[in-house]
Structures are given as C-alpha cells and as structure tokens.
C-alpha cells in the first residue's frame, strides 16, 4: 500500500479557524456546492439577506423535531398534533402493496381509513426523527498518524466508529445512533434518531393520479402529478403525542417569487468528486448501466403485452427501471456538457489554488487530486470487466456450470449446490434468448478482442451461436448428467472440459480478479476522498454545503418559472391542465384517470393549483420532503425535480434546475372532492 499523509482534526480545525480569519469567505461564495443546509450549521446571515427573515435557534430545532426519514429512503413530516405524516405516494408502495387485501388493490385503486380505527398498519414500515447531533470528528481521526497507509486509516477509522455507536447506544438505548460524514469526511457527526415502528396508513389514492403521466412526465415539468400519501405513527397503541413538533397546514401554498423551505434526506451527491472521478462515471459506470438497464425493460415490455398477470407482477420492476434509467440518463447528460465539466474544473482549480497557496495544506492535501486521477486510470481498466463478468450473463446453463465450481468434496455442500442448480430453468424462449444474446455481445464493445469471453463468444460464431451450442453439448443442460459429475466431487469438476464450465471460469476468474483490485483501488479512492473533503472544510469551512448523505438537510429557495422549449414554464399547473392532458390523450395510459376522477371532475376547482417549482436544492431522498414558508407552514410536497435538475447532483445550478412539488390545495381537491376524506382535512387545519 501507499502511504498517506493523514491529518487529525484538531489541527485541521484550528488551520480552518486561522484561514477563516484570513479569508472570510461567505455562504454561497461557492454557488456549486450548492444548499443542502446541515440543522446544526445554517448559514443564518445568508438566510437573513437573501430571504428577509432571522433564522433562529426555535425555527431550526422545530423544524428539525417535525421532520422525518420515511423507510428505506425517502423524506416525511409530522402534519398534525396527532402522528399524522405526509409523504409521497410512491414511497408508501411497497408497504401499501403488502397491506392490501388479497381481493383488493389499494395502490391501483387508492385507499380511505374512514377512522383511526380502520387505519391499517404497514408492516415492515418505520419513520426516523432526528433528536440529537454532536461533532465527533476528533473521534473518529483518533490515533491516525502521518505515515499510515490507506489500509490502516481505512481500519483506524472503523474502529472508531464502531466504538462511538457502541457508546452511545449504552448511553442512550432508547436512541438509534449513525455516524454521518459530511465534507466527504472532513467532518464527522453522531446522529441519534428515534424509530416509530408502528406506521398506520391512513388516505392513499389511486396510483394512477399519483404517478399521472407514467415516465414520458417523470422528471419534466409542466406537470400533474398528485402524489401523496398521509399516514400515522403510533406508541402503545396510541398515535405518538406530536403536539411540539408538527408544520402546520397551508391551504393556499406560495405564491411566485415567495421564500419556500425544503426540510428532508437527501440521498446523495457528488459534488466534491473530483474530475477525474466523474469523467469513470461518464465514461464507464452510467452507459454500461443505461445499457443494461434498455436491454431489460425491453424484456419485460415484449412479454407484459403478451400476458396481463405477467404485466401486472413485473410493473413494479419496470417502474424502478424507467425512473432508475431516466435518473442516470440525466445525470449522463450532464457530464456530458461540456460547459459543466468546464466549471467542475474551474471550481476544483480554485481550491487547488487555495491549498496550494498554504505551504501546510500544500503539505497534507495538495496530491490528492493528483492520486485520484491515477486511481481513475486504473479503475477504467478493471470497472468494465467486474461489471459485465456476471454469472447469468452466458445464459442458464453458464449459469450452472458457474454453480458448479463451488462444489467441494463435503456431501453436504455438494447437495446443497445440486438443488440450487436444479432450480436454474435452462430452458429459453425466444424473448429470454434474445435478450441475452443482446447482453452477451455488448461485452466486445468494452473488452476488446484480446478479452478472454470475447474470444470464446468469437471462437463460437456469436453470442446466440455460444447459446445454441451450450443448450447443444453442455452437460448442464441434463440434470442427470449434472449430478454424475458433482458425484466425483470438485476434482471431476476441476478436469471436466464441458464448454459451460470453460466460460464459467473465465466469468469466475476474470470477476474475481477485477473485484479484488476494484476493493483495493476503492480503498484507496476514499482516503483520497477525505482528504480532498479535509482540504475542502479547511479552505471554506462551513460556508459551503456538504454533499447529501441521506442526512436532514433544509435547503432554501424562491417559487419561480423557468424558460423551457423555447417559451415558459410556469411557476404553478393548474387542474384544467390535468384535465386538458386526459383528453389530448384520449384518457390511454399513462395519461389516463380513475373513473371516479372523470365521473367527479364537475367537483374540482379547475383554477386550484396542482404542481409548483421552486429554485430549492433537492436530490434523490427528498421525495415526501415537505415544503415550507418562513412561518414553518406546510405549502407543498416534494415529489419530482425537472430533468435539468439531474446534473446538480455534480455540479448545483438554479437557472433551470427545479424541485417539483404537488400543491396543498391539490392534496385539499382529491381528499375533500374525490375521496370524501374530510376528517383528515379537519385534522390537518386543526379543526
């Protein structure tokens, strides 16, 4: 290994308190690192001169308690005194799915509790509040020394963590601790949160008004979608006393140009990375995963259309891969812009600058960069192999041989990889084998000729020839033939020459090889990342946003329209839009509604408000964030941002880049005009 030199934090942050009096740097001064505010380091000078109003210590810890994490990954708040939560409906539909009757679908058809008694728990389903934060970056660089290599660090490192969760959770229980790197570990801090395991659902609606427009609309604007969920938390039976910590409720939302305040999770962003990291990313990562991903929808697509239950079990996949692949798509549309990568580049030259300005920071930080771009040489090397070297990539009976080669002479194991062989159906339609065929050749595309796979699909005439021929003289193809062979144990194994065993170890080796080195480089990639992280904070300190780490943020901006297609987006759609959309379409899928929204559309208010952008700064886990004004009132909810807001995840503009957001008065319309949910609206204006 390499050595490093490492800095702990107390000289770090005393370097950083000497350079903040040196260079006074303010909020925003770094516009690219955008504004994913951490609670416990808001800019509070900047939010008095951009938008009007003192930030103070009440507003912060109040908004944080009424703030929540939703599942596995997205944003919720508290919208009553009374446990009732607000969040998207597409982060409740796997938890939905699970709770509906067997005869019933509550996502497609929506779902009403008339009472708190008919709210039906979802299983599996917790919301996390965030209660305590404490910085613990000295800690957790204890013992690191100049001179240790990157394993040590990487170790040291982990033992610390390990030991601080180990202590809090002694010392508060009740609590469930995370240690949460921000500056890509220039800082560090302790997060305690408590869990509400008892989540109840309580309105839903259809999932066709919720995801209105399917994926030609995801990630665009204008648009029309009313996705939202209301849930409860219970204690012991009883919804959790919220009473200190709600927003309260905003029928009439915010008007255009009007300060608007995002509270949530960001997932993740990438905005210290440096060039040479993104440049993988754009070269290597996302197209191999786009093509992935396009060879598998198309897959799903041919064979939902021949079968409506085969459809109906695949549509979840499908939805993920839609969103999943447009997501990438528009963050691969980003690093491909040239004028981004060109600011990317200036941004990072200008810290560079900085560090290398200061003989100390020269000393610690200033080849970090340096480092990474050889570690993004190698890594274009390797990545390709260790992500297309899978198992089933050679089809079924490949897939078996693969099985194989793990058998040993232990009867037991030998029995245990039989049946796991047995359960791999080698038998392929025409659907299933062109889709592999499709994924077998483009390995020649990134591998090259002199790869050793691409030479066994050469030598075999093609991909869908080495198919045939496999189905043809491989003795994976017999389960008879199988078992006699795993019979003889692994040395009859070890000497078969069957062809799907000769592809089998070539996927083996060459996977396993690349593995290795990518957790090596990988290794060695995050020191380097905290140290450009270290000499990020000590050059700007808190003046700059951290990147997302699926930690509370709150993140501020104004209510504004965009110039879009060469006129203007609105600030806010209305509900003739939604309707006029239905009709232009001919009420066909994604475009369609429920046939209670057609038979009640006299109800409407046609001139309500339905979706609103904003110029806040959002990512991937700000879905079901809610969105408030200066008052701590609720005026929307996250659900999308516009498709020029994906490359912010590297570098933040808000020229274009929107969050997009249904309006409070459209969660009013469908819960009062279309689901007859009055008690639930009673209890979001406190009546």
């Not at 303010?26 to 109003?53: I, L, R």
């Not at 929506?110 to 404490?134: H, P």
Request: glycine residues 8%.
């Amino acid at each position: 290994m390499t050595s490093v030199r490492s800095t702990v934090f107390a000289t770090a942050l005393a370097l950083a308190a000497v350079l903040a009096l040196a260079m006074p740097a303010k909020a925003q001064d770094h516009h690219e690192m955008g504004k994913m505010w951490t609670f416990e380091h808001v800019p509070k000078d900047y939010f008095q001169k951009t938008h009007g109003f003192e930030l103070t210590q009440e507003w912060l810890d109040h908004a944080r308690m009424s703030s929540l994490r939703f599942g596995g990954g997205c944003s919720a708040s508290f919208v009553s005194p009374k446990g009732l939560i607000m969040t998207n409906h597409h982060c409740t539909r796997d938890f939905i799915a699970q709770a509906s009757p067997e005869n019933e679908d509550w996502v497609r058809d929506g779902f009403v509790a008339e009472s708190m008694e008919k709210e039906v728990k979802l299983e599996g389903c917790s919301v996390q509040q965030l209660v305590r934060t404490r910085d613990i970056t000295e800690l957790m660089n204890r013992g690191i020394e100049d001179g240790d290599d990157d394993a040590t660090v990487t170790r040291k490192r982990a033992e610390n963590e390990q030991a601080i969760l180990k202590q809090a959770r002694e010392e508060s229980p009740d609590l469930n601790p995370e240690v949460i790197k921000l500056y890509q570990g220039g800082v560090f801090m302790l997060y305690s949160y408590r869990f509400y395991t008892d989540v109840r659902l309580v309105v839903a609606p259809h999932l066709q008004t919720s995801h209105f427009g399917g994926d030609p609309d995801n990630f665009t604007y204008p648009r029309f979608g009313i996705d939202f969920t209301f849930c409860r938390a219970y204690e012991n039976d009883k919804p959790v006393d919220s009473s200190s910590f709600y927003f309260q409720w905003d029928s009439g939302g915010a008007e255009e140009g009007e300060s608007v305040f995002i509270t949530g999770n960001p997932g993740r962003t990438s905005r210290l990375l440096s060039k040479s990291q993104l440049e993988v990313l754009r070269d290597i990562t996302y197209p191999i995963l786009l093509e992935g991903w396009e060879i598998e929808m198309d897959y799903i697509r041919a064979i939902s259309a021949k079968d409506a239950e085969v459809e109906k079990q695949l549509r979840p996949r499908l939805l993920s891969l839609e969103n999943s692949n447009k997501a990438v798509g528009g963050y691969l549309a980003g690093l491909r812009d040239p004028s981004l990568m060109s600011a990317k580049a200036k941004a990072e030259r200008a810290l560079r600058d900085a560090v290398d300005a200061d003989p100390e920071l020269s000393a610690r930080y200033g080849d970090a960069w340096d480092r990474l771009t050889e570690i993004a040489r190698q890594k274009r090397a390797c990545e390709p192999r260790r992500r297309l070297y899978r198992p089933s990539v050679a089809g079924p009976i490949v897939e078996r041989a693969y099985a194989a080669l793990r058998a040993t002479d232990d009867a037991d194991r030998n029995a245990k990889i039989a049946a796991e062989i047995a359960r791999i159906d080698v038998a392929l339609d025409g659907d299933q084998k062109e889709r592999l065929a499709r994924d077998l050749s483009r390995i020649g595309g990134w591998m090259g000729r002199g790869d050793e796979l691409v030479a066994a699909i050469a030598a075999h005439g093609g991909a869908a020839e080495m198919l045939d021929a496999m189905a043809e003289k491989s003795l994976f193809a017999d389960d008879d033939k199988i078992a006699a062979l795993l019979a003889g144990g692994a040395d009859a194994v070890a000497n078969s020459d069957d062809p799907a065993l000769a592809v089998a170890r070539i996927l083996r080796d060459g996977g396993q090889e690349s593995g290795r080195e990518l957790s090596r480089l990988g290794q060695e990639e995050e020191v380097q990342k905290v140290r450009v992280g270290q000499a990020a904070f000590a050059v700007y300190g808190f003046t700059i946003s951290p990147d997302a780490t699926f930690s509370l943020r709150l993140s501020d901006g104004k209510v504004a329209g965009y110039p879009c297609n060469g006129t203007l987006a609105p600030h806010q759609t209305v509900f003739y839009g939604l309707f006029a959309r239905n009709v232009e379409f001919g009420n066909r899928y994604p475009f369609n509604l429920p046939d209670i929204w057609r038979e009640r559309a006299y109800r409407i208010d046609m001139v309500k408000p339905v979706n609103f952008v904003a110029t806040n700064d959002i990512i991937g886990g700000n879905s079901g964030s809610p969105v408030i004004d200066k008052d701590r009132r609720v005026v929307g909810l996250v659900f999308d941002g516009n498709i020029e807001m994906l490359p912010n995840n590297f570098f933040y503009r808000d020229d274009i880049p929107r969050s997009v957001s249904v309006h409070t008065a459209a969660m009013e319309e469908c819960l009062t005009k279309i689901y007859d949910a009055q008690r639930v609206v009673d209890e979001l204006k406190g009546k």
